[in-house]
């Protein structure tokens, strides 16, 4: 996991890349995540809770499948999100993405 701090020093935006092995093909396979915190300590909370997410996701194992691939972001996705948009972005998909 590497954790970065974006636009100087009293910025509260940070990003993480987390570093999930390698592919068939023996390439690295990373993720970004980009989110606010107030601190280093605060940023290092939420990235180790970012990595934990996305280790326990195996997205591989969605590919046959569109919703399975939504279903797959949703829970990677949905905690950085403010309460209106997450239920938003949830009303959509389930009404216009999956139309369930």
Excluded: C, N
């Excluded at 993480?16 to 390698?22: A, E, F, T």
């Excluded at 997410?53 to 829970?75: C, K, M, N, Y």
Aim: charged letters at 35%; aromatic letters at 8%.
């Amino acid at each position: 996991m590497k954790l970065t701090q974006l636009g100087g020093e009293d910025s509260t935006r940070w990003e993480v890349i987390v570093y999930l092995g390698r592919d068939s093909t023996g390439k690295y396979r990373r993720a970004r995540r980009r989110f606010e915190a107030k601190g280093r300590v605060a940023a290092r909370k939420a990235a180790q809770t970012i990595e934990r997410r996305l280790q326990d996701v195996d997205i591989s194992a969605h590919r046959t499948s569109f919703t399975g691939a939504v279903e797959a972001w949703w829970p990677l996705h949905s905690p950085t999100l403010e309460d209106s948009t997450r239920a938003e972005y949830r009303r959509l998909i389930d009404k216009v993405v999956l139309r369930s």
